[in-house]
């Protein structure tokens, strides 16, 4: 059985970071490419960073200079970093691993930063 266990949430105040775990059993993840979203409060859930199974990894703008995403293989984890951390980072942020024919989601963390 697959999952994906994220960990990390929290409240922090602007400016802060927090760093964001997934931790994936069933699968090992640098065959797939994982992605972190993020579903702010009303609106639709939105792509903020990706690392495929080579390592390569893209960033949404508005993250970009401030998110890294990482994976540890050892770990069959994948981080997201979130420094300098802003009030519209707020929401509820997924795991996603995406194969050839497959993905799988996690049940996400809430990030809620007080400005």
């Known amino acids: 059985q697959v999952q994906l266990l994220e960990s990390g949430g929290g409240l922090v105040q602007a400016g802060g970071s927090l760093r964001l775990s997934c931790a994936a059993s069933?699968?090992?993840?640098?065959?797939?490419?994982v992605g972190w979203y993020r579903q702010p409060p009303g609106k639709q859930r939105e792509l903020v960073a990706a690392?495929?199974?080579?390592?390569?990894?893209n960033y949404a703008d508005s993250v970009k200079g401030r998110f890294t995403i990482s994976r540890e293989n050892a770990e069959n984890t994948v981080y997201l970093q979130m420094n300098i951390l802003k009030p519209e980072d707020t929401g509820v942020y997924y795991c996603?691993?995406?194969?050839?024919?497959?993905?799988?989601w996690g049940q996400g963390t809430q990030v809620t930063v007080s400005s």
């Open positions: 996603n691993a995406a194969g050839a024919y497959v993905a799988y």
């Open positions: 069933g699968i090992i993840v640098s065959r797939y490419v």
């Open positions: 690392i495929t199974s080579g390592g390569n990894t």
